[in-house]
């Protein structure tokens, strides 16, 4: 029984770490309609970018992240100005292209700039086994109680600037209708680079997260193919959706490895997330907490 | 004034329905042809055929197969490399189990074994659309490499999970196999790529590419017409798989000679044939053509020019090629949405016309 509930709180603090890729996902989609599949290497330039700031330029922890929000809000500019103006009313497959070879240009710059060995990330997030749960005789890393503690904290702060804030206002009326924000006199490109830096904000959550469990490295950038089944079974357009399908996906995959890997050979986490979601969505087509798709002709 | 249908009449069914109604697109088929058979393989070295017209003729062939999902029929997929690696696992085994049947029959039967999977992988589709399907068609991609990665039968049991081709003829001939001289397996590449191209430009205006395209533009419209859905998509899903297992067949068997699927299947094989249906035109043969051209010789131009022009170091000149590679992609998708094929289409209607547009 220990175990179970140690491979199950194991399995949620796994899904936390997705649901954090996840969410970035999530707002891109939800203001543009674009399927962002850049967001992984964001969050793996974003954690570059700390790095480099820390090792290279010698900054204090406070200063480098402030720095690299400062570099995630102009990469948003950027993507918008060069790529997202042009491809206004483009269908959304071509859109979904145009991420897929921004990610590629992300990689190579982070790259060139920052080098592609591994590198280690330190902000001074404790680690180890957290002391209370283990005297009862459970292993919980400490990292991804903070990571948990962190993906919560943003959460609120997500949902307090989308519901009280005018921006964030601006954002939902996007969200739902991009004619008749418009109309309103709410401005796209506006919207765009704030939803963007905002998803890039996130990656960097998610990067920092990452980047101290598993060091720096290219496969960082991978994350965002385990996110992808989170956001599949959560819905593209629910925030509290990435939360929770990322919790399902984690406590189900975790589960599936110790229970059922033994008996189908092992490494099944790799797929094992795609048939779980897969399964939901026969049910569910918009996933958990998508909006209800209706279809006119 | 050259290229033009006015003055060329029909005198019977035959010819107003045939494939290529224009006599000048007939011609430009006889000559691509003619060099393909005779030109390229007498003046190109074994290196070109090698290194650059081989696997531009196999990603043909599997940016067809993919054209004809997502660009036929609507339905974005993410399993390519998956489906590659069930054709060349397919003809591993039969290579191995009874290579009396021939080679070609056997890529044929490999093919089929991979319409068999693609259609069984495609029954999501029925319920499932858009992005939620782009993303459950990568569940096909995971699960087949870990499935080939893990059960031994399927690549007999050796210890590093290699398939090897072993040797085999076509007319006496070798075709695979280390011994296999580069010219042969062009030949043969090039002879199943330009047959099954037609028989894709064939299927595509009959009634399966009508109810497809129907299927794409509108799916309840379509419904309503007496479009079976679970008919189209499950035989889009069946063609294309069918087509890239041949393609995944000849990948391995003739290209490669040997492969593990880690590797050679993995996720960016999916995303590069997509690329390529996407930069040559979705919905178009040619552009299957033009885009698997494009994709295969730009990473070697980009490399030779970095490399060998500006002496750049090689693991910087690799960076430098993946931005330059998605640097092009956003252009492209900026400047031509429709692909290379529409450039084209512009350029045939712009002749029609020429020299008196007005």
Same mark, same amino acid.
């Given at each position: 029984m220990l175990f179970f509930i140690e491979v199950t709180l194991s399995g949620l603090m796994a899904g936390v770490m997705y649901s954090?890729?996840?969410?970035?996902?999530?707002? /891109? @989609? =939800? &203001?543009?309609? /674009? @399927?962002?599949?850049? $967001?992984?290497v964001m969050a793996l330039f974003a954690a570059l970018t700390l790095v480099g700031f820390m090792d290279e330029f010698g900054?204090?922890?406070?200063? &480098?992240? /402030?720095?690299? /929000?400062?570099?995630m809000i102009a990469l948003a500019w950027v993507i918008e100005r060069v790529m997202l103006r042009h491809l206004v009313n483009q269908e959304p497959i071509i859109l979904f292209m145009a991420t897929i070879g921004l990610a590629y240009v992300l990689e190579g710059l982070g790259d060139i700039l920052w080098g592609s060995d591994v590198k280690v990330l330190d902000i001074g997030i404790p680690q180890g086994a957290w002391d209370w749960l283990w005297d009862q005789?459970?292993?919980?890393? =400490?990292?991804?109680?903070? &990571? *948990? *503690?962190? *993906? *919560?904290i943003l959460v609120i702060f997500?949902?307090?600037? @989308? $519901? =009280?804030?005018?921006t964030g206002r601006a954002l939902r009326a996007v969200a739902d209708d991009h004619q008749a924000a418009l109309s309103v006199g709410i401005s796209l490109h506006t919207i765009w680079v704030i939803v963007w830096s905002v998803s890039g904000i996130v990656a960097l959550v998610a990067g920092i997260m990452w980047g101290s469990k598993s060091g720096v490295q290219f496969s960082l950038s991978l994350i965002a193919l385990k996110a992808l089944p989170v956001l599949i079974l959560g819905g593209f357009t629910s925030v509290p959706g990435a939360i929770i399908g990322g919790m399902i996906i984690g406590v189900g995959e975790k589960l599936a490895e110790v229970y059922l890997g033994p008996f189908v050979g092992g490494a099944i986490e790799n797929w094992f997330a795609y048939m779980l979601a897969l399964a939901f969505l026969l049910f569910r087509p918009q996933g958990l907490f998508g909006e209800r798709i209706i279809e006119r002709v | 004034m050259i290229y033009r249908e006015t003055g060329q009449f029909k005198a019977n069914y035959a010819d107003d329905q045939a494939l290529f109604p224009i006599a000048q697109d007939r011609y430009v088929i006889y000559a691509v042809l003619f060099a393909t058979f005779a030109v390229v393989p007498m003046i190109l070295n074994q290196y070109w055929l090698n290194a650059i017209i081989l696997p531009f003729l196999i990603y043909s062939l599997a940016a067809l197969g993919l054209n004809v999902l997502t660009g036929y029929c609507g339905q974005v997929s993410l399993g390519t490399g998956g489906f590659m690696a069930v054709g060349a696992f397919s003809i591993y085994k039969l290579m191995v189990a009874v290579p009396e049947l021939g080679f070609i029959t056997l890529v044929i039967l490999s093919g089929i074994i991979t319409a068999a999977v693609g259609a069984l992988f495609g029954l999501p589709s029925l319920r499932i659309k858009g992005f939620y399907l782009a993303v459950a068609t990568l569940a096909s991609q995971f699960f087949l490499i870990w499935l080939f990665n893990k059960v031994g039968w399927f690549f007999n049991y050796n210890a590093t999970g290699m398939i090897t081709s072993p040797p085999m003829t076509i007319f006496g001939v070798l075709v695979t196999g280390p011994e296999a001289t580069v010219t042969a397996k062009y030949f043969l590449v090039a002879s199943i !790529?330009? !047959?099954?191209?037609? !028989?894709a430009k064939n299927l595509a205006r009959g009634r399966f590419g009508r109810n497809w395209m129907a299927i794409?533009?509108?799916?309840?419209?379509a419904e309503l017409i007496g479009v079976r859905p679970l008919i189209a998509k499950l035989s889009a899903f069946a063609v294309s798989s069918f087509y890239i297992g041949m393609a995944g067949a000849l990948y391995f068997a003739v290209w490669l000679g040997s492969a593990e699927p880690t590797e050679a299947f993995d996720i960016n094989q999916s995303f590069l044939v997509l690329f390529m249906i996407i930069i040559g035109g979705l919905g178009s043969v040619l552009g299957s053509f033009l885009g698997a051209g494009f994709l295969v010789l730009m990473p070697i131009l980009l490399k030779n020019i970095l490399v060998d022009g500006f002496g750049t170091d090689s693991a910087l000149a690799a960076h430098i090629e993946i931005m330059t590679v998605g640097a092009l992609i956003i252009i492209f998708l900026i400047v031509e949405p429709h692909g290379l094929a529409r450039l084209w289409r512009i350029a045939k209607e712009k002749l029609r016309l020429w020299p008196f547009p007005y």
């Open positions: 954090l890729v996840a969410l970035g996902f999530v707002l /891109i @989609f =939800k &203001a543009s309609g /674009i @399927f962002n599949f850049a $967001q992984g900054m204090p922890v406070w200063l &480098a992240i /402030i720095g690299t /929000i400062a570099v005789g459970i292993y919980v890393e =400490k990292l991804e109680l903070f &990571a *948990a *503690a962190t *993906a *919560a997500l949902a307090i600037f @989308f $519901q =009280k804030t005018r | !790529v330009a !047959v099954f191209a037609l !028989v794409r533009d509108m799916d309840i419209a």
